[in-house]
C-alpha cells in the first residue's frame, strides 16, 4: 500500500457519460498530479494541485476538470466521454517543499468507455 | 518543452544476469532530477531510483544503479543479478525545478521480461 488511495479500482460507462475519479493523498503531502496513461500516449500529465489551489495544467480537455478538497483529496471529473477517453487515471502525491521528492502514485482507476 | 525518449521498447535478460535500459532526455535547464519508474503487471507505479542533475555520483539502490551523463543527456538504469520480480515496465522521468511546476515527464516505457 502506496499511501495513496484511487477510487474505484474500475469503471464502466457508455459514451456521453460523466464519472468522478477520487483520490486521497499519502498523509502529509500537499501536491496532487493527475496522470492519464494510455496505450499510444503513454502517461500524461493532466494537472497539479498544491493545498487546494491548481498549479500546473498540462493535456487536460476541456470535458475535464479537477479540484482539491480542505482535506486535501482531489476528484477528477470526466464529462461527455468518448471512446478515447479509455485508459488508466493515475493520481500520485509528493510533500512539495522538497525539490527531489518523487511522487507515491495510486494504483490507478481503470476507465472503459463503451 | 522537456522530452524524455526510451529507445528500447522491450527488452529481455536471464535471470542473474544484468541489463541496461536507455533513457535520453531533452532540455535547456542546468538544474532538474531525474527518475526511473517500474510498474508490475499489477499497474503500481514504483520509485525505484532517484538522480540530482547537479550531483556528479551515480545514484545505487541495491541491485539498481544509474550512469547519469549530464553533457550527453543520458540517465541509463542498470539492473543486476535481475530477479524474476523485476519483471515490469519500466518508465523514465524528468522533473524540472523551475517555473513553479512539479510534473513529471515520462518517456514511453521499456518492458522488461526476465527469463528463468
Known amino acids: 500500500d502506496s499511501g495513496v488511495t484511487q477510487t474505484p479500482k474500475h469503471l464502466i460507462t457508455a459514451t456521453g457519460q460523466r464519472v468522478t475519479l477520487r483520490c486521497s493523498p499519502r498523509s502529509g503531502d500537499l501536491s496532487v498530479y493527475w496522470y492519464q496513461q494510455s496505450l499510444d500516449q503513454g502517461l500524461q500529465f493532466l494537472i497539479q494541485y498544491y493545498n487546494g489551489e491548481e498549479r500546473a495544467k498540462g493535456n487536460i480537455l476541456e470535458r475535464f476538470s479537477a479540484q482539491q478538497f480542505p482535506d486535501l483529496h482531489s476528484e477528477l471529473n470526466l464529462s461527455s466521454l468518448e471512446l478515447g477517453d479509455s485508459a488508466l487515471y493515475f493520481c500520485?502525491?509528493?510533500?512539495?517543499?522538497?525539490?527531489?521528492?518523487?511522487?507515491?502514485f495510486g494504483s490507478g482507476t481503470r476507465l472503459t468507455v463503451v | 518543452a522537456q522530452t524524455v525518449t526510451q529507445s528500447q521498447p522491450e527488452m529481455s535478460v536471464q535471470e542473474a544476469e544484468t541489463v541496461t535500459l536507455s533513457c535520453t532526455y531533452d532540455t535547456s535547464e542546468s538544474d532538474y532530477y531525474l527518475f526511473w519508474y517500474k510498474q508490475p503487471p499489477s499497474r503500481q507505479m514504483i520509485l525505484v531510483i532517484r538522480q540530482e542533475a547537479y550531483k556528479q555520483q551515480n545514484a545505487t539502490e541495491n541491485r539498481f544503479s544509474v550512469n547519469f551523463q549530464k553533457a550527453a543527456k543520458s540517465f541509463s538504469l542498470k539492473i543486476s543479478d535481475s530477479q524474476l520480480g523485476d519483471a515490469a515496465m519500466y518508465f523514465c522521468?524528468?522533473?524540472?525545478?523551475?517555473?513553479?511546476?512539479?510534473?513529471?515527464?515520462f518517456g514511453k516505457g521499456t518492458k522488461l521480461t526476465v527469463n528463468p
Open positions: 500520485a502525491s509528493s510533500p512539495d517543499t522538497g525539490r527531489d521528492y518523487g511522487y507515491t
Open positions: 522521468a524528468y522533473k524540472s525545478t523551475q517555473g513553479g511546476s512539479e510534473k513529471l515527464v
